[in-house]
């Protein structure tokens, strides 16, 4: 996930390389040069670009059509930074993350570097297990998460949304060829919800890895900066997450 990142959090990175993310492009209108003549603010359906001739970075779409037409070749189209991905160490191995700017695009893109960068460094380390921590939903990010994936496991919430949402991922996960697996978190909140999301499951050959159920411990390990395991490894969320690992790496033959 580079929209919302939020794993280093628990990780506590290192971070041995820092790199910007470029993609897209944005205009720049150079002062001295422009006659401000209107034709940009015409032609801009974004209406990215103000009274005075200053391009708004936030509404600018990167559409390109100010730069081409402008008769004093007086706007700039540089390539745009995005955001940074970073190479680190945590205390689990190494780690490829990345973190958007706010309200940029081109998160897909971003991903699948991040995914790159991550196969690399498990190809130099000679580790034969790489995790990628997916976004919900089903657009770029998630797709670009899947591709050429061993296998996904979604994880889904016994709500209308949360078992709406698993539908369409596993549909995903079924165009792309990735088998798919499906844990129920805070399973015991709703178990009616969940049982209907684990029969969808069996009837789409989606298997089913677990439950994980409400536990107030999952918090008190984020605020502590721990994974639930470090917290306490005796609490009913650790040992339900034990399960669904050791589940997991037997349907992977790891």
């Not at 380390?125 to 990010?141: A, M, V, Y």
């Not at 994880?155 to 996960?173: C, F, I, N, Q």
Request: net charge negative; charged share 25%; glycine share 8%.
């Amino acid at each position: 996930d580079v929209d919302a990142a939020d794993l280093h959090l628990i990780m506590d990175p290192r971070i041995k390389e820092r790199h910007d993310f470029e993609s897209g492009h944005e205009a720049v209108i150079d002062r001295d040069m422009c006659t401000q003549c209107g034709l940009c603010r015409e032609l801009c359906k974004w209406n990215a670009i103000s009274e005075g001739f200053i391009v708004d970075p936030i509404a600018c779409e990167g559409c390109g059509v100010c730069y081409y037409f402008c008769p004093e070749k007086a706007i700039n189209f540089p390539l745009k930074t995005c955001g940074e991905w970073y190479l680190s160490e945590t205390r689990f191995g190494p780690m490829a993350h990345a973190r958007l700017g706010i309200a940029e695009e081109n998160s897909g893109k971003l991903v699948s570097l991040i995914r790159k960068e991550g196969k690399k460094l498990a190809e130099n380390k000679n580790l034969n297990l790489l995790l990628t921590d997916g976004p919900p939903g089903i657009g770029c990010p998630v797709i670009a998460s899947l591709g050429g994936a061993t296998a996904t496991l979604i994880v889904a919430e016994p709500t209308v949304s949360g078992k709406h949402d698993m539908e369409r991922v596993a549909e995903l996960a079924a165009f792309f060829k990735v088998p798919a697996m499906v844990c129920v978190n805070k399973f015991d909140l709703n178990p009616d919800m969940g049982q209907a999301i684990e029969a969808f499951a069996r009837e789409k050959n989606v298997t089913v890895m677990g439950r994980i159920p409400f536990d107030p411990v999952f918090t008190k390990a984020m605020v502590q900066g721990k994974t639930i395991i470090e917290f306490d490894d005796r609490s009913e969320g650790s040992r339900a997450v034990k399960v669904i690992w050791e589940n997991l790496i037997n349907n992977l033959e790891i």
